[in-house]
């Protein structure tokens, strides 16, 4: 390559010098004709003029010599007139006049030249005139013409020039491009060198690689003629290299049973080009070994192009373990679900055989209260109340778990005040709080919050555990609730809940362990018989609702539990007229179906109290007979009975008896977990009664079925107040308490009566007051007091309509005590 570069390099050289040579021939010869032609004129001028002079001075003129030099000129001239040398001078303006002025001296003297000798020889003096006068104009354009072809010249040699410089430089790019296509053929030649060192050293690591794969590969040809086989495939299968070379893949590892399946597949790729298999990731088959055993694997197949012809290649993983372990992860997995079904079956039957005995104690307990006792016999039932509550609370909290567990404990949003929802905490825990002697309130930090979306049931669970657990723990000292708006998460404020306790205290150690489920602290002493279910369930309903908790405490000196929660702001409901205060069910006729004798007996007794009568049935035949004979107002309908559960005689009863398909029927049951109530649903119920009984869930659901507002009248709570509690709760001390009480109310009602009232002060006052007015039975009284301590802290006006509210219901409560 380089030897013909320098040969094509010479050529261009000596055809450029050639061409220079040829073109300055060339621009030579021109020149010296047009000079030479232009010299001619004007010496032929001369010629004819010195002629005509001699003529004029001979007494014998030669005629025919004058007249043959005004030829010889008259044909100079009409070479340069009409000569294609000299077209391009004659455009310039001084070459064509003088050359014209010519032409007419021509013309002008030609007919005195041709005429006879006489003629001619009279005219000499006046032709010699002419000749005299014209001689500036010939030698004008001897001038000019020379001049004309002297600036052609310097033109045409610089166009050679510029012609030149175009053949250089077109030589000089020929030059650099064979240069460029030198390197370029140097840098491929390099890299087809170092291709075929890359491919031959990738051939040796694919080589390396095939040899230590954990995966089997063999490749074979169209027909399944195997071509290669690494070692992989020699342990998974036991042929050597030297025995699978040349087999049949179908025949060496295919099982029988298969090959035919696999010889057609062979078969229609041959004869379609169609690849089934190929490219389609892994798949699990059945393969065999050399000594006869089959064993799973894991097959890809891709396909190539060889040197003679398509190729497949197939790579093999051995997944015997990989099944093994499936297999035992299945197994591991139905133990798994035996056992959570087992548990949820525990759950359910637990539900159902603690509730139930505990629905009749507390029924009875319930219908104890109602009969005469002495004051000693009160204060057993009700502490025997207070147990089977506590009883019935920790079933509650298992319950709550299993449901956390199953992820069945939904959010319910409604939207509620929050100042208000706080008054409500901080009076339910009161009580207890007077008897450690300490002190509670609530207060904002910074900008407050009214009306909230959230699930209230929910955060009233884990205020009331927080709140209940400071209280407990703290003697003579304060638990305050402070809450703070501490940014937005979204568009939703995020709301930090602080409840500070003066009490024991908890040790460092303790401080993750108390959120941990059955995980219980004494707190520097004392048996809080808790399950310590509590605050985990409190951290769970934290983090279901998109929140958190947690705790600082200082052994001896108190606690801070805190909750962070976003609170989405809510619009006040709109208030509902209603000339009714409460709706109290009016008597109906009620079918009892309950085959345990003890909670039959307490609810019988319940619902006769209440008005209503009562059939009772023990069976789900029973049910279904009466449901058929007689119309009811509605049906009180237990799940787990014999013969025929509630479930089926539910059924049974909207399917064939016509005139019970639209009588509401409740399920009345201990299993109260979310899917069993969904079930009960399912099967036809309009609702839900859960044992234990509770009168007020029973009144709800009764109220559901029809209500009479004249029974609102017949009785007025404010005047038969239910002190029962706060005689069990105060003992001999009761008198005492009552009195107290009944001073602080009229001290409160003298106040009220002498304005102007300064609202922070109304608020303490109402506050204190509140709470011992509930333990009272006084509730509306109590309500009185609470509304107005929640209007001086959202920062409303208190009207007068809210003090003639609380002066009125304590003048009705203090009739009610005194004839309690």
């Known amino acids: 390559m380089p030897i013909a570069a320098l040969i094509s390099l010479g050529i261009i050289f000596l055809l450029a010098f050639r061409v220079m040579d040829d073109l300055r021939e060339l621009r030579s010869a021109k020149s010296d004709t047009v000079q030479w032609t232009l010299s001619q004129v004007e010496i032929e001028y001369l010629d004819f003029s010195l002629s005509l002079r001699e003529a004029m001075e001979s007494d014998a003129p030669d005629l025919a010599s004058l007249r043959r030099d005004f030829d010889v000129f008259f044909s100079r001239h009409d070479i340069v007139a009409n000569g294609l040398v000299f077209e391009d001078a004659r455009l310039q303006e001084n070459f064509s006049a003088a050359e014209k002025s010519i032409e007419a001296f021509l013309q002008k003297s030609a007919p005195l030249i041709d005429a006879d000798d006489a003629t001619l020889g009279a005219s000499l003096d006046q032709l010699y005139a ?88 063999i490749v074979s ?46 078969k229609r790729m041959q004869e379609t080009g169609q690849k089934k298999l190929v490219g389609k990731g892994r798949i699990r088959i059945e393969s065999l070994r050399k000594d006869g055993s089959r064993f799973p694997v894991e097959l890809a197949l891709q396909s190539g192009h060889g040197p003679d012809g398509d190729i497949l290649i197939a790579f093999l993983r051995d997944i015997s373990a990989q099944v093994e372990s499936e297999e035992e992860l299945t197994e591991a997995r139905d133990q798994a679900l035996a056992g959570e079904k087992a548990k949820a079956e525990f759950l359910t039957v637990m539900s159902h055989e603690i509730r139930t005995p505990l629905s009749g104690l507390l029924g009875n307990l319930s219908l104890m209260e109602n009969t005469s006792m002495s004051g000693e016999q009160k204060q057993f039932a009700n502490n025997m109340t207070i147990s089977g509550r506590q009883l019935l609370k920790h079933v509650n909290s298992i319950l709550d778990i299993a449901r956390f567990e199953s992820g069945r404990l939904p959010i319910q949003e409604e939207t509620f005040h929050l100042g208000e929802f706080f008054q409500e905490i901080v009076d339910s825990q009161s009580g207890g709080a007077e008897q450690h002697g300490t002190a509670m309130s609530w207060t904002w930090m910074g900008a407050p919050l009214t009306w909230v979306k959230n699930d209230k049931g929910h955060l009233e669970q884990i205020l009331l555990n927080l709140v209940g657990n400071a209280v407990k723990f703290t003697d003579n000292g304060r638990v305050d609730i402070e809450l703070e708006q501490i940014g937005h998460r979204g568009a939703s404020p995020m709301l930090e809940i602080r409840v500070i306790d003066t009490g024991r205290g908890i040790a460092e150690a303790d401080l993750e362990r108390i959120f941990e489920e059955f995980e219980t602290t004494n707190r520097a002493g004392g048996d809080t018989g808790s399950t310590g279910l509590g605050l ?46 409460e709706t109290v069910a009016a008597p109906l006729h009620l079918l009892l179906v309950e085959d345990n004798e003890m909670n039959a007996f307490v609810v019988e007794k319940m619902l006769r109290a209440e008005g209503h009568s009562v059939v009772l049935a023990t069976d789900g035949f029973e049910a279904i007979d009466w449901a058929e004979k007689a119309d009811f107002d509605g049906i009180l309908m237990d799940i787990n009975m014999p013969k025929l559960d509630g479930l ?159 002066l009125d219901t304590w003048e009705r409560a203090k009739t009610g005590l005194a004839a309690a």
């Open 130 to 217: 002419d000749t005299v006068e014209i001689r500036p104009v010939v030698r004008g354009l001897y001038v000019s013409g020379l001049s004309h072809f002297a600036d052609a010249s310097d033109q045409l040699r610089a166009h050679l020039s510029s012609t030149l410089l175009e053949l250089s430089a077109v030589t000089g790019i020929l030059l650099l491009s064979m240069g460029a296509l030198v390197m370029y053929t140097r840098a491929a030649d390099a890299n087809s060198r170092q291709r075929g060192h890359d491919l031959a050293r990738a051939n040796a690591h694919m080589e390396t690689i095939l040899s230590t794969s954990l995966d089997g590969v």
């Open 221 to 266: 040809d169209h027909s399944g003629l195997i071509l290669d086989y690494n070692s992989a495939a020699e342990t998974i299968f036991g042929f050597s290299t030297e025995e699978a070379i040349g087999s049949s893949i179908g025949d060496l590892i295919v099982p029988p049973e298969l090959r035919d399946a696999h010889n057609a597949g062979m």
């Open 536 to 581: 985990a369930i409190a951290r769970r309903l934290a983090t279901q609702m998109g929140g958190e908790i947690g705790v600082e405490s200082t052994l001896g000196e108190g606690s801070v539990f805190w909750l962070r929660l976003p609170m989405p702001e809510g619009h006040e409901p709109k208030e509902v007229a209603s000339d009714i205060d």
């Open 648 to 806: 089926e005689a539910t059924k049974r009863i909207r399917a064939n008896v016509r005139r019970a398909r639209k009588t509401p029927i409740f399920a009345f049951s201990a299993n109260v977990l979310p899917e069993d109530t969904k079930r009960f649903r399912d099967s036809g119920m309009d609702g839900f009664i859960g044992k234990p009984v509770q009168i007020e869930e029973l009144r709800a659901a009764l109220s559901a079925i029809g209500a009479t507002p004249e029974r609102v009248s017949e009785t007025k709570p404010e005047e038969t107040m239910e002190t029962s509690e706060a005689k069990a709760m105060f003992g001999d001390k009761y008198d005492t308490f009552l009195t107290r009480f009944v001073s602080e109310g009229d001290a409160l009602a003298a106040w009220l009566n002498t304005p102007p009232l300064e609202d922070e002060e109304l608020r303490q006052r109402c506050h204190k007051i509140a709470s011992t007015a509930g333990l009272f039975g006084a509730v509306p009284y109590q309500n009185a007091l609470q509304h107005a301590e929640t209007l001086v802290k959202t920062g409303e006006e208190v009207p007068a309509a809210a003090i003639t509210d609380i």
